[in-house]
């Protein structure tokens, strides 16, 4: 797992879906959102940026980060 670091005062639940193929990374994190509470986060490591997430959870009108890494420099 990656070494992140990052500040916040919520609960954060990180979901590693980098060793996930398709559509199981989303299907992890919507199941996963569907549970928030209001003082909760989640933290998904993936290895590619999960573009058709965007939409799914905008629709949820859920709010996101995104930081990328590039790890192969």
Known sequence: MP?????????????DCSGLFPPEPMEKILEAV???KNNE????IHHKEPL?????L????CQF?????????
């Open 3 to 15: 070494d992140i670091h990052f500040e916040t005062d919520r609960k954060v639940t990180i979901i």
């Open 34 to 36: 569907e549970t928030l």
């Open 41 to 44: 986060a989640i933290l998904m």
């Open 52 to 56: 058709l997430l965007y939409k799914r």
């Open 58 to 61: 905008e629709e949820r009108h």
């Open 65 to 73: 980060d995104i930081k990328i890494e590039d790890n192969n420099s």
